[in-house]
């Protein structure tokens, strides 16, 4: 079956420290790797994906995933957080069986930074 | 945001009454979809509509219509629906949903709760 597990519901960390919200997935084929954000009361925003090529993918707002085939995981990180990036995170996998454009999401991550 | 609208933002509704959601993309894409999005779950796809053609249909209450009169333009028909379909309904636009590389972009949803 194919899926997507983000095995923390929440995540806090500090202001100015790194941070990390874990994806792992599985799926027959290549996979097609996507993050989201999504802020209260507002619809999912896109982050970053990874398709082929570099296994470290930089996005938006200074995020970036990093794609690892043999564990198959692909966390997204940020070298110093701030509060306002306190958000629900989705990591999200496009089957390369799907002409359809169907995308798998994960149950999301909370991510609380204090400051 | 502005690019993925959606009318209206908040819908309370009775089981017997129908309703419609709205959603309009203002970004030239060719392919919209409808998820739904409860709390504690992965977001579930719905419906794709690739060129106003339904192209998935996630095995959906027949409770649920969908209709797409163009690529800009794609509408939720809902009746007699559950408590249990209170959630947050989300529509995404995408240009090419056939290719791997291709991106969705979200509304803002709608937050239907059904009495």
């Known amino acids: 079956a194919q899926s997507v597990a983000q095995p923390e519901d929440q995540v806090n960390v500090a202001e100015g420290n790194p941070l990390t919200v874990k994806c792992t997935y599985s799926?027959?084929?290549?996979?097609?790797l996507f993050w989201y954000v999504q802020y209260p009361n507002r619809g999912l925003q896109f982050l970053l994906k990874y398709i082929t090529g570099d296994n470290l993918v930089k996005g938006s707002y200074g995020f970036e995933a990093e794609f690892n085939k043999s564990q198959t995981s692909f966390h997204l990180k940020k070298p110093s957080a701030l509060v306002s990036d306190s958000a629900l995170y989705f990591c999200a996998v496009r089957p390369g069986s799907s002409n359809t454009g169907k995308l798998i999401f994960g149950q999301g991550t909370t991510l609380q930074v204090k400051p | 945001e502005t690019g993925v609208t959606q009318t209206p933002r908040h819908l309370v509704m009775g089981m017997t009454n129908k309703k419609s959601l709205k959603c309009e993309q203002h970004l030239g894409h060719n392919a919209m979809y409808w998820y739904k999005q409860s709390a504690k779950k992965p977001l579930e796809l719905m419906f794709v509509y690739n060129f106003k053609e339904q192209t998935e249909n996630n095995s959906v209450p027949s409770r649920f219509s969908p209709e797409c009169p163009n690529s800009s333009h794609l509408f939720l028909h809902l009746h007699t629906l559950q408590p249990e379909d209170s959630a947050l309904y989300l529509c995404?636009?995408?240009?090419?949903?056939?290719?791997?590389?291709?991106?969705?972009?979200f509304g803002p949803g709608t937050r239907l709760t059904v009495l």
């Open positions: 799926v027959s084929g290549n996979p097609y």
């Open positions: 995404a636009s995408s240009q090419t949903p056939t290719q791997f590389t291709d991106t969705q972009y």
